[in-house]
């Protein structure tokens, strides 16, 4: 039994309107934000110090995290790394245009922040390294991580150019820019740090919300091809009703494994699971609204999908 009702309209032309202008207006707001605001970008696009601790036994980031805070070091990120004995803490640097001052800072920011961490734990605590990262390096990961993106969109538009037809491909690849672009304008707008871990969740989103995307393709597809007596509009209606179930289910038991992930992954993944959040509950919309609208304005119809008549074979004259 659907847990929701199978005759929702969704592709009248007023409802058309009503989705076009939503989109409209956070495509507008998310570029705006971007804009105007600057992305706080985190110590993996940026110069920073990196320094690995070890403990003798199982510690919580989050824990020393407030110990650094509490020693003056507000803009600490500390993460688990390896095990879940050692830990990586970034810490900024003052930028230098000469790399061995800038590295001897880094070593003595190390040794100071060692010096706290031993004062606020009552196990002793091994520093295992700690190394300078030039700006050059953030640049070069921002670069890479922008060219993953367009990658990314590009394979993604290629694929379904291939498994459905160019418009399907056209229709995906706007939804996903769609999808990009107003969480990125979330993450702008709210001043979210922006660091590897968001661009991961970026890259997840464009993958899951292609999943949505490509389940309602393959069923719009299906259908353009046994209801050949019918218009494009119900076609597609009918697709939508018929995976709305199924892609309401899928979201909402995703986004509660991500507010779960929020409330008790801590603040090193806190713009990860945010960025999701916001990810996949765009992303649903995207795919039960967006998607086939913009198969709408590209024309999209039964001819488009039909399948090729083999020389020689007789056409099926049933309707």
């Given at each position: 039994m659907a847990l929701i009702k199978s005759d929702i309209d969704f592709m009248s032309a007023r409802k058309r309107r009503i989705t076009g202008t939503i989109s409209a207006v956070m495509l507008v707001v998310a570029i705006l934000s971007l804009a105007i605001n600057r992305f706080e970008f985190g110590l993996d696009f940026t110069s920073g110090t990196l320094i690995e601790v070890g403990y003798p036994q199982s510690i919580n980031p989050e824990d020393v995290r407030q110990q650094l805070i509490s020693a003056g070091y507000e803009?600490?990120?500390?993460?688990?790394?390896?095990?879940?004995?050692?830990?990586?803490?970034?810490?900024?640097?003052?930028?230098?245009?000469?790399?061995?001052a800038a590295a001897s800072a880094a070593s003595s920011l190390g040794n100071e922040v060692l010096v706290a961490l031993q004062q606020a734990s009552d196990v002793p605590v091994e520093m295992r390294r700690s190394e300078y990262v030039g700006p050059k390096v953030g640049e070069e990961?921002?670069?890479?991580?922008?060219?993953?993106?367009?990658?990314?969109?590009?394979?993604?538009?290629?694929?379904?150019?291939?498994?459905?037809?160019?418009?399907?491909?056209?229709?995906?690849?706007?939804?996903?820019?769609?999808d990009v672009v107003v969480v990125l304008g979330i993450i702008s707008l709210f001043q979210l740090?922006?660091?590897?871990?968001?661009?991961?969740?970026?890259?997840?989103?464009?993958?899951y919300s292609l999943n949505d995307t490509i389940?309602?393709?393959?069923?719009?597809?299906?259908?353009?091809?046994?209801?050949?007596?019918?218009?494009?509009?119900?076609?597609?209606?009918?697709?939508?009703?018929?995976?709305?179930s199924r892609t309401f289910v899928t979201s909402l038991t995703t986004l509660l494994a991500l507010f779960a992930m929020l409330l008790m992954g801590g603040e090193s993944i806190r713009g990860f699971a945010v960025s999701l959040i916001v990810g996949v509950s765009v992303g649903t919309y995207t795919s039960l609204h967006i998607s086939c609208n913009f198969l709408m304005y590209l024309k999209i119809d039964k001819e488009d999908l039909a399948v090729p008549i083999k020389e020689g074979e007789e056409v099926d004259s049933l309707p």
């Open positions: 803009e600490a990120v500390v993460v688990a790394f390896g095990s879940d004995r050692d830990l990586l803490v970034r810490l900024p640097v003052e930028e230098s245009a000469d790399d061995l990961l921002a670069e890479q991580g922008a060219l993953a993106l367009l990658v990314a969109l590009g394979i993604v538009m290629l694929y379904v150019a291939v498994r459905f037809q160019y418009k399907f491909a056209v229709a995906s690849v706007a939804a996903l820019a769609h740090t922006f660091d590897l871990t968001v661009l991961a969740a970026l890259l997840a989103v464009i993958g389940v309602v393709f393959d069923r719009a597809r299906e259908n353009f091809r046994t209801m050949r007596s019918t218009d494009s509009e119900f076609i597609l209606n009918t697709t939508l009703n018929q995976v709305i």
